[in-house]
């Protein structure tokens, strides 16, 4: 199973990304898609998590401004980030677990790609 993120970048306050995440390797069925990201001296942390079937959670410092989506056909998982803080300034792994029901229990991550929002 490969995973594979894209679409980091520089962005001012109050700017917009996109992140993409590729998988191979692996069908997205009973299965958890997630975005995690982790800031210089800190704990990583959850981000956001949508499922196979389509229901989404997300941390309470990204709600009402990240929306994650999946494709499960194309194996795609996506971030549109609005309205960016700098506080926001972190790498951004996808990951993709065993979803309730799945008799696997497995967790994939991909490589991180670097998010930095300036004020």
């Known amino acids: 199973v490969q995973l594979q993120a894209s679409g980091g970048g520089l962005v001012q306050a109050g700017g917009s990304l996109r992140l993409s995440c590729s998988a191979s390797g692996i069908i997205f069925s009973l299965t958890v898609m997630g975005w995690y990201r982790q800031a210089p001296g800190k704990q990583r942390e959850l981000v956001a998590t949508?499922?196979?079937?389509?229901?989404?959670d997300y941390a309470d410092s990204v709600e009402n401004r990240f929306t994650i989506s999946a494709d499960n056909r194309r194996k795609m998982v996506y971030l549109e980030m609005e309205n960016l803080k700098p506080e926001d300034t972190a790498t951004y792994y996808c990951n993709i677990k065993n979803g309730r029901g799945s008799v696997q229990r497995f967790s994939y991550w991909g490589q991180g790609t670097q998010v930095t929002v300036s004020s």
């Open positions: 949508v499922t196979s079937g389509g229901t989404t």
